[in-house]
């Protein structure tokens, strides 16, 4: 890989990771709009390091709430005492699918799942949904304003 595709795909991680649409799907398909070869599933997983980072980095202060309380409500045996330690677990068990499923499915993510077909359907799919919650969104803030 060239210095100028690690810096495009940097943007590109940068500029899409906050936004509700893919990052992922967007360092798959730059490369292919402009004619480089696939960075692979390895590297769009490596160049998110920055974006986990940058995330705890930012929530340092209720990570380190949350493990205080999560670590505490196991010294007094009271694992769900408080709306800390509780969110704490509700992260932790809810981290846990998404890391089995991603090791489970390694070979497949790492395959099939990078054809350009199903990154437009998955986007496509998605972009149907945002718009569904938008038109709700909407439908609810005019009936609360006719309230």
Do not use: N
């Not at 974006?51 to 769900?80: E, I, N």
């Not at 489970?104 to 790492?110: C, G």
């Not at 938008?134 to 609360?144: F, G, I, N, P």
């Amino acid at each position: 890989m060239s210095l100028l595709e690690a810096i495009v795909l940097g943007l590109v991680q940068g500029l899409t990771e906050f936004l509700p649409i893919s990052s992922t799907a967007h360092l798959r398909i730059v490369p292919e709009l402009l004619g480089w070869r696939d960075p692979g599933a390895a590297y769009s997983a490596v160049i998110q390091l920055g974006t986990v980072a940058a995330v705890l980095l930012y929530f340092r202060k209720d990570l380190v709430s949350l493990t205080a309380a999560f670590v505490q409500g196991l010294v007094r045996k009271d694992p769900f005492g408080t709306v800390e330690a509780r969110l704490a677990w509700f992260v932790g068990v809810g981290t846990l699918p998404i890391g089995i499923a991603g090791l489970a499915f390694k070979p497949v993510i790492e395959g099939s799942l990078r054809s350009l077909y199903i990154i437009s359907a998955s986007l496509i799919g998605l972009a149907l949904v945002l718009t569904l919650c938008l038109s709700h969104w909407r439908e609810m803030a005019r009936m609360k304003r006719g309230q």
